[in-house]
């Protein structure tokens, strides 16, 4: 596939495996799903970023685009979120929210620190697929991402 | 002159006083001779001395000092050798030395008494009227319904009025000479040193004092002093006038107490209303989570083994399916309504017919290929929360799309009427299948539904909202209905302010 060139790197940011798999279907649906990172906390989403503990040894770069989920372990989003837009290396990462919240304050605090786009997961498995397509062919084919980032 | 009893006759005229002078003297000249005549020397002095006296008594020291010339005059003429001139000889030096020096004594007392009497009488005149005007006073301070008392400088009452004793419950007689703090059994806000010096520095002091009444009952009064001081300036009494406040402090703890527990409650409320956000937080997240992964899995499932299932089993499926939508819709229509009553209302003047026509094109598209006549009446402008009252219209409107639906002909009309004056009145009426007036209670609460969700989808939570945006408005709503004629929706608001609107 043509597209499969400059397919960009996707970092997701997920801790529930139901969600991560049902997105990875969704991704795959649209063979968007051979450059996803899996981080299943903020902790591990960092340490990704900063090539530390279980990734020291993952190739460099940064992704795309960051798939944040929210309600996390450890590190919650929000505070991913805000180490990323405050990292002069990192700040340029484009970081899509996507979480089950529609809660006003959570959007609001992520758009606060810089969110890229910020995503509500529908109920509805088509409308999810749809959303993820969108976003993954947006983000990781159609956008062009900042200097520094994996592309194949 | 109603004083003439105590004032010493004394003549009025100038004429009658020196007349007296003459005439006394005139008539002991006689009464001398014929005591002279009859052996009885001698005599004529004190007769003198008698009319000098007179004289001064009734007519004054003028009278009597000329009383007592002629008298001496008379004596030498008449009495002293030789008789019938006016030479006096060294024998007589005595009498006429008696003479006039008893006259000049007289005379003199006379004077002095004549004052003493008058600055009496002026006292006295003074002292009068001051009783007067003090007794005008006192019936005065009797009069009004403060309490009043007045207590000398060792706190001993003085003078007590009738509002004292109808709030104390002690006649003048019982409380006059009595301790008043020990009477009143006195309750000071600060040590009573301290209330002393400070009255004593400015003449004045106000507080709140406890007193306890004859029947023993407790009174709280609101307490105003004021120092009188005499001449020198040396305090002499205190004046004390005091308001019965025992209702209004009464009523003041109960207000404070009814306002700690109107505290303790909202601090209460706000807690509650925290966990109430937490909880539909963790509602709006953790909810959505495994419905949708139902979803996802059963449509996946669907999709992968939809070859090999037989109807039943996909009608099963679709079931699944439908049944996650519907909660899923259940959820986000309950997580709106609870944050139309979190949310802050941000009031703005907009125009309700512009509002009206963005809500119509909105639910129009659920309305595609149906046959509606709408029919638009003029709107006011209204002051209120845009986007809530944009609900509140979408909510109505597509009530009254899916409840024609069944209509060849459906028509809805929006409009608005005037209301009572203060308030405005907007209604969304419809020709569907309407609704029993019997139930019309449970239009509005929260999962109620009247009809069956087969024929009418829906979470029943429409129109609960539709309730609660417009009392966040202190507006109400209602409903008319008859079964299949239809059903009116109305709801109102106050007018906005200094806004005139004809329909």
């Known amino acids: ?152 | 002159m109603a004083r003439s009893k105590l004032q010493l006759r004394i003549a009025e005229s100038p004429v009658q006083r020196y007349g007296l002078a003459v005439a006394s003297v005139t008539i002991a000249i006689p009464i001398g001779l014929f005591l002279e005549y009859h052996e009885f020397h001698r005599g004529s002095i004190p007769l003198f001395l008698f009319a000098v006296a007179l004289s001064a008594w009734y007519g004054g020291a003028g009278p009597a000092m000329l009383a007592t010339v002629l008298s001496t005059l008379s004596f030498d003429y008449y009495f002293a050798p030789p008789v019938h001139t006016l030479n006096f000889t060294l024998a007589d030096v005595p009498a006429f030395f008696f003479l006039l020096t008893f006259g000049a004594l007289i005379t003199g007392f006379s004077a002095v008494r004549r004052r003493v009497e008058a600055e009496l009488l002026q006292a006295r005149d003074r002292l009068e009227i001051e009783v007067a005007e003090r007794t005008q006073q006192a019936s005065l301070l009797n009069l009004t319904h403060d309490t009043i008392f007045v207590r000398d400088m060792s706190d001993s009452i003085r003078y007590w009025n009738r509002g004292a004793e109808e709030l104390y419950g002690w006649t003048p007689e019982q409380a006059i000479g009595k301790s008043s703090h020990e009477l009143l059994r006195t309750v000071f806000p600060s040590p009573l040193d301290d209330i002393q010096t400070e009255f004593l520095r400015t003449g004045r002091w106000e507080g709140e004092l406890t007193h306890m009444k004859a029947d023993g009952t407790e009174v709280v009064v609101s307490s105003r002093w004021s120092l009188r001081r005499d001449e020198q300036e040396q305090p002499i009494a205190i004046l004390e006038t005091n308001n019965d406040i025992t209702v209004r402090k009464r009523r003041e703890q109960e207000i404070q107490s009814l306002n700690q527990e109107l505290a303790k409650r909202s601090m209460e409320l706000e807690a509650i209303n925290k966990e109430l956000e937490a909880f539909a937080y963790s509602v709006s997240h953790d909810l959505r989570a495994p419905l949708r992964h139902m979803a996802g899995y059963t449509e996946l499932l669907q999709k992968k083994a939809s070859s090999d299932l037989d109807e039943k089993s996909k009608h099963y499926l679709l079931m699944m399916l439908d049944s996650a939508k519907r909660m899923g819709n259940l959820i986000d229509d309950l997580l709106a309504f609870s944050r139309i009553g979190r949310a802050e209302t941000q009031k703005t003047l907009f125009s309700l017919s512009q509002l009206v026509r963005e809500a119509v094109t909105e639910v129009r598209q659920d309305a595609e290929g149906r046959n509606i006549a709408w029919k638009i009446g003029a709107l006011p402008d209204f002051y209120g929360d845009r986007s809530m009252l944009r609900l509140v219209l979408v909510n109505l409107i597509s009530n009254a799309i899916k409840f024609t639906r069944t209509r060849t002909q459906t028509e809805i009309e929006i409009g608005c009427a005037d209301g009572n004056g203060a308030d405005l009145v907007v209604f969304v009426r419809d020709n569907g299948v309407g609704f029993d007036m019997k139930y019309v209670n449970k239009l509005f609460g929260v999962f109620q539904r009247l009809h069956d969700s087969s024929a009418f989808e829906g979470t029943g939570i429409g129109l609960a909202t539709v309730q609660r945006i417009i009392h966040r408005h202190e507006g109400k709503v209602w409903a008319e209905g008859v079964i299949d004629c239809g059903a009116t929706f109305y709801f109102s608001a106050p007018k906005p302010r200094g806004h005139v609107w004809k329909p």
């Not at chain 1, 309600?71 to 805000?82: A, C, F, I, R, T």
């Not at chain 1, 529908?122 to 062919?137: C, R, S, T, W, Y």
């Open chain 1, 1 to 152: 596939m043509e597209t499969m060139n400059k397919l960009g790197r996707i970092l997701l940011v997920e801790d529930d495996p139901k969600d991560v798999e049902l997105t990875l279907t969704a991704l795959e649906e649209y063979n968007l799903a051979n450059e996803v990172i899996v981080a299943c906390d903020g902790e591990e989403a960092l340490e990704y970023l900063y090539s530390r503990g279980k990734f020291k040894t993952r190739s460099s770069g940064n992704p795309s685009v960051m798939l944040l989920d929210l309600k996390l372990p450890k590190v919650d989003g929000l505070e991913v979120l805000k180490r990323i837009k405050s990292e002069e290396k990192l700040r340029m990462i484009p970081v899509v929210v996507l979480t089950s919240s529609k809660e006003e304050k959570d959007m609001v605090a992520s758009y606060r620190l810089g969110v890229n786009a910020y995503v509500v997961k529908p109920v509805d498995f088509h409308e999810f697929v749809n959303a993820i397509k969108e976003l993954g062919i947006f983000w990781a084919v159609i956008n062009e991402p900042p200097p520094g980032s994996v592309r194949k």
